[in-house]
């Protein structure tokens, strides 16, 4: 459903404007300027994610969202006494 601003924009001749979509070679490579983490932390983030385009804005919000999980413990390794 159309809103007010989008008829307004319509209106005036302005085109909405839809964000830029970057691979995530391309975000990687700029990721400390960009999201302000290193690329190991992107890799961890970016992980499960599947090989598509996002936005800055999309990859920034997943970041975040994947920095505030909880750690998952693991597995302890037994030595065995010689």
């Not at 404007?17 to 970016?46: H, I, K, M, N, Y």
């Amino acid at each position: 459903m159309p809103n007010k601003k989008d008829d307004q924009q319509q209106e005036n001749g302005i085109a909405a404007v839809e964000p830029t979509r970057f691979g995530l070679d391309r975000l990687r490579q700029s990721c400390r300027s960009l999201f302000g983490v290193t690329t190991s932390t992107f890799d961890g983030a970016a992980y499960e994610l599947a090989e598509k385009d996002y936005t800055v804005d999309e990859m920034a919000e997943h970041i975040k969202e994947w920095q505030g999980r909880p750690v998952r413990p693991s597995e302890k390794i037994k030595k065995e006494e010689i």
